[in-house]
């Protein structure tokens, strides 16, 4: 099946830094999505992303769908301690909702 | 988005035991889907769970291990059969968002099996 390779694994920061992680795929997707999930919760979508080279914001986070249809990245800027939590890029083919997850992001955020 | 509830939220099984977990959404949804993630790994589907008929297994996931019911629109069950260790994860249902190429996902449930 389709693959997802996300980098990096993990990420310690100051806070106020700004943070970059990417997704990319041997297959095309038609939509890209991130999410974060907090210890305990299921994971909360932060940004959609649904043509190629879009950019997107959503307050301090940034995404943009790759032009190949095969990368994403998202960036935080000036991160604060609440930014904690893994990150995870997910594609979608064809059926909405049925997703291919990469392995996630784990941001730590020191005060 | 929609409100996603899942029952139980948590439980500790013991193995060769089964344990179904229940996902009420607050709206209609046409899509659910069943995910599972074993401890510090990502996410991956078991199963589509389709209004009145039969699941969709991926790849790895067999309907014996992983029975799924969808009654209606707006709620679906996972049973987790015949448990070993190896099942203990977190389970998570999803649904379509109203664009539909969204997914949204419930809180999981957290299952150990001793």
């Known amino acids: 099946g389709q693959q997802l390779n996300q980098s990096p694994q993990s990420m310690f920061i100051q806070e106020g830094e700004d943070v970059s992680m990417n997704c990319t795929s041997s297959?095309?997707?038609?939509?890209w999505l991130w999410y974060k999930q907090d210890p305990g919760e299921g994971p909360v979508l932060l940004i959609a992303?649904?043509?190629?080279?879009e950019l997107t914001s959503n307050g301090r986070l940034t995404a943009q769908f790759g032009i190949t249809r095969k990368d994403s990245f998202l960036n935080i800027s000036a991160s604060i301690p609440s930014d904690v939590g893994i990150y995870f890029c997910?594609?979608?083919?064809?059926?909405?909702?049925?997703?291919?997850f990469g392995d996630g992001t784990t941001l730590t955020v020191k005060p | 988005s929609a409100v996603i509830s899942q029952k139980p939220s948590r439980d500790i099984c013991q193995r060769g035991t089964s344990l179904t977990i229940q996902c009420q959404v607050d709206s209609q949804v046409t899509m659910m889907f069943w995910y599972r993630q074993q401890p510090g790994q990502s996410l991956t589907l078991i199963a589509t769970?389709?209004?009145?008929?039969?699941?969709?297994?991926e790849s790895g996931f067999v309907i014996d291990k992983f029975p799924i019911s969808r009654p209606n629109l707006t709620f679906s069950t996972l049973t987790v059969s015949n448990m070993s260790p190896e099942d203990s994860s977190i389970y998570l249902c999803?649904?379509?968002?109203?664009?539909?190429?969204?997914?949204?996902f419930g809180q999981g449930t957290r299952l150990t099996v001793v």
């Open positions: 997910a594609g979608q083919e064809h059926n909405a909702g049925k997703s291919t």
């Open positions: 769970a389709n209004q009145g008929s039969e699941a969709t297994y």
């Open positions: 999803s649904v379509e968002g109203r664009a539909r190429t969204e997914a949204f």
């Open positions: 297959s095309i997707f038609n939509t």
């Open positions: 992303l649904y043509k190629a080279g």
